[in-house]
């Protein structure tokens, strides 16, 4: 078991020092990443689409990285922005990690980018414990998901700088209890901004890239206080991070950085 545990420690160790020199090669060229973390079928693409064809029409330089197992059709819709996309394709893996972020930065992300985009795999449980080198994290939670998510799913939720209520024009349709909501984001994650947002009625539009941007000014983003809290199966371990906050990571299986593929759709 010991073993086992070391192993799981080593990749986590290895994975957020890659994700340390990114985030300090970023800041160099002056691009800030932001991660997108949800369930599936959150609206995560719909609000990323949106958010990218508002920053074209700002001329705000701006990029995007979708991860999927299988299918381009999310990077499809992305790149009818306008803005440089880029699908890859995990071939089964529930997750990205730095390296494989790192691959698509140093050969394929356009200078003077300002703020890539990475829309994680659609799973709060293995992307949470990865560390990508972002600057920004965000998790989106739709309405129809329930209100006891964030407790659920502890760390994903408490190491959020932001999160975005989506599909928010049905919260009343679905019977979506928002003190309830809030007061579970409260108990994972103190003092974090929580954001309505509805792709379809135009609530909340541009927060996203308006916090991205801020970040990207140089303003201080959210300290999470980590949940106490480990997610729901695995060994967690704690380690401090760059960001200012420690947290756990669970790990069901190492990840290989190797087996992804990317399309580009760059129009």
């Not at 999470?224 to 947290?247: D, F, I, K, L």
């Amino acid at each position: 078991m010991c073993k086992v545990t070391d192993l799981r420690q080593s990749v986590l160790a290895r994975n957020d020092r890659g994700a340390q020199e990114l985030r300090e090669e970023l800041a160099a060229r002056g691009t800030v990443m932001v991660n997108l973390l949800s369930s599936p079928g959150s609206g995560k693409t719909a609000l990323l689409e949106s958010e990218l064809g508002l920053a074209r029409l700002r001329g705000v330089p701006v990029a995007a990285l979708t991860a999927d197992l299988a299918t381009e059709n999310d990077a499809n819709r992305l790149a009818r922005s306008g803005a440089p996309v880029r699908q890859v394709l995990t071939d089964g893996l529930c997750h990205l990690e730095s390296a494989m972020v790192r691959s698509h930065v140093d050969s394929w992300l356009p200078e003077g980018t300002h703020l890539l985009f990475v829309e994680n795999v659609g799973n709060l449980v293995c992307p949470a414990s990865y560390d990508l080198g972002e600057s920004l994290r965000v998790v989106l939670a739709s309405v129809t998901e329930g209100e006891d998510k964030p407790l659920k799913y502890p760390t994903a939720f408490g190491l959020a700088h932001l999160v975005l209520v989506t599909k928010y024009d049905i919260a009343g349709a679905v019977g979506f209890d928002e003190p309830a909501f809030l007061a579970a984001v409260a108990q994972v994650n103190p003092g974090v901004e929580v954001v309505r947002t509805s792709s379809r009625d135009g609530d909340g539009a541009g927060v996203l890239l308006e916090r991205a941007l801020a970040v990207h000014a140089g303003a201080a983003v959210h300290r999470p206080v980590m949940a106490r809290t480990a997610v729901q199966h695995g060994h967690a371990h704690e380690h401090g991070h760059e960001h200012g906050h420690a947290h756990s990571h669970e790990h069901p299986h190492e990840g290989a950085a190797g087996h992804t593929r990317s399309v580009d759709h760059t129009h």
